[in-house]
């Protein structure tokens, strides 16, 4: 009878390398018979001491581990419950057989964690935590299991360092303000900004909830009062309506265009630079080029305002007519049609529909062409196909790459305003030398569509609620971090307010000079007025087109 430490491979031991790391098992043997029991602790081969049990200290992990001591610590500690459960067996009469031990351990463990859950070091139950969000039973999205994952890794590194340094096991409770502190200045200094701090805080706040809700242990972890993490004056980028338009005449990009050769990388074309796309022809696949692409999905950002991994999984099916509007030829006159998708980043799976317009109607026509639907294009839902190109291995284009080239492209079209950057300290100040301007094609990433859709919605007039229901936003708090109030806002209808009685001098009445309007002014006047029957631009927008054409 005896309990041992081994390493539990699962291979043969000549198979792996030295700077391999392997569970640490615990072993208890009686006559004959084995039971391995998990430690949780991994170890390297090479801090492997194979000779751990002529030490003095009987420990197997050696101290080039830079965790040796914690890790040690552990595993006594296991080997501790073990040998108890057996001395308890012995004293109520019984033989400490293995499947006894191995009953009584399972019994153990159940009451350990039902009655006495508080003395469990935090470090385990945060790992307990960890398994919970990467498991079936957390309700939420993929996308943002792997933003939590980030944190988790994060507080794990931070905690084991601080454990070793002040040589001591952490209990829930021992999560105070101050440890949290030690948690933001340890971030900071690894050169992580605030607004990435504030997740990592927000994390161990679901952690605390985590601990109440399933375990009914009352840890309260909060954010530190005066840790400021919000700063209301950050800029927003956006693209304004004429760089927009910039982008959309742009046509160097184009296959169709000899000039495109001239912003091939490194003058050298490879199979990256063109992207084929799959259609319903006699050839069976479309040509672009990359930064065709890249152009037109930065396009089709500004107008649906969805999110990057919304747009990329978008089929021609996600595409919808609006039976009740008459159809034809051209934008101008045909049946509205709706993007309509499910956000990636919602917890319920909510249903957005955005109306396509002028900007976003050249884009689907393009991608969406030959791809099994009938040339009229009232048969969207017949299409399985994708909207956009995928990879040559039928994957999504890669949000990293996106953002990496749309700057290049931004840079070659000349979007070149300069704006305002900085970082700030844990005070929310400033930090020095960081305030400076850059040009706009630096912050061009696929974010900053979601950021143009919102703000030419409300340079229009649109209201929030509307916005927000085409958006996807049910936070107003969230999504007031989309836009900045401009100084141009504020001045917008100031000089309307209470004009009533104000004004001391009259202007003399004018007699409204007869209009000789030309079949130009009038075919522009019938396709403004159709934009405005079918809700494309508000009232007031279409009153002022009207008066510019009319002069």
Do not use: A
């Not at 469990?120 to 299991?145: A, C, G, K, Q």
């Not at 022809?281 to 999110?307: A, H, I, N, Q």
């Not at 509007?325 to 955005?354: C, D």
């Not at 009038?522 to 934009?531: S, T, V």
Request: net charge positive.
């Amino acid at each position: 009878m005896g309990v041992h430490y081994i390493l539990q491979f699962k291979k043969p031991k000549k198979d792996y390398t030295k700077h391999e790391e392997v569970l640490v098992s615990v072993r208890y043997y009686y006559k004959g018979r084995k039971l391995n029991l998990s430690s949780g602790v991994k170890c390297k081969i090479k801090d492997w001491n194979e000779n751990w049990e002529n030490t003095i200290k009987r420990e197997p992990i050696l101290k080039t581990d830079v965790q040796w001591k914690d890790k040690n610590l552990k595993l006594k500690d296991k080997e501790s419950e073990i040998n108890n459960i057996i001395l308890q067996i012995e004293k109520d009469g019984e033989v400490p057989y293995v499947d006894i031990v191995k009953s009584h351990l399972k019994n153990h463990q159940y009451l350990k964690i039902k009655k006495s859950l508080k003395k469990i070091h935090f470090y385990t139950l945060f790992e307990m935590f960890e398994s919970w969000v990467n498991s079936d039973l957390y309700p939420n999205r993929v996308s943002y299991v792997k933003t939590i994952n980030t944190s988790i890794k994060e507080i794990k590194s931070y905690t084991e360092e601080y454990q070793f340094k002040h040589k001591i096991k952490l209990l829930p409770q021992d999560i105070d303000e101050e440890w949290i502190w030690g948690l933001i200045r340890w971030s900071y200094d690894k050169g992580i900004q605030p607004t990435t701090i504030k997740k990592r805080i927000k994390t161990l706040v679901k952690f605390s909830n985590w601990l109440r809700e399933k375990h009914h242990i009352d840890t309260y972890i909060k954010t530190p009062s005066d840790f400021k993490y919000i700063n209301e004056d950050r800029e927003v980028f956006f693209l304004t309506r004429d760089e927009v338009q910039k982008i959309k005449e742009f046509d160097e990009f184009e296959i169709s265009n000899d000039k495109h050769l001239n912003y091939i990388p490194n003058n050298t074309p490879t199979e990256s630079w063109y992207v084929e796309d799959k259609v319903d022809t006699k050839e069976g696949v479309r040509r672009y080029t990359s930064y065709e692409v890249y152009k037109d999905m930065l396009l089709f950002l500004c107008g649906v305002g969805c999110r990057f991994g919304d747009m990329v999984k978008m089929k021609i099916s996600n595409l919808e007519y609006d039976d009740s509007t008459p159809k034809g030829k051209s934008y101008e006159t045909s049946r509205k049609v709706f993007v309509v998708f499910n956000m990636e980043k919602s917890k319920t799976n909510k249903q957005i529909r955005v109306p396509i317009n002028q900007l976003t109607y050249d884009v689907i026509r393009k991608y969406s062409k030959d791809k099994h639907i009938n040339q009229d294009y009232r048969k969207f839902n017949e299409s399985n196909e994708y909207l956009f190109p995928r990879t040559k291995f039928g994957n999504p284009i890669s949000n990293q790459k996106f953002n990496k080239h749309s700057q290049e492209i931004c840079k070659i079209i000349g979007i070149k305003e300069n704006v305002r950057t900085y970082k700030v300290d844990l005070n929310n100040k400033i930090i020095e030398d960081t305030d400076k301007m850059i040009p706009k094609w630096k912050k061009c990433s696929s974010h900053i569509g979601r950021r143009t859709f919102i703000r030419e919605h409300i340079e229009l007039g649109t209201p929030i609620r509307t916005i927000m229901s085409l958006s996807g936003h049910s936070s107003q708090k969230v999504f007031d971090g989309y836009y900045k109030v401009l100084n141009k806002d504020l001045l917008k209808n100031n000089n309307e307010m209470f004009s009533m009685g104000i004004t001391t001098t009259k202007k003399p009445i004018q007699n409204t000079p007869s209009v000789d309007i030309s079949e130009q002014q009038i075919n522009q006047l019938k396709r403004w007025k159709d934009m405005f029957d079918m809700e494309l631009i508000d009232e007031e927008e279409y009153k002022n087109k009207k008066k510019l054409i009319l002069g």
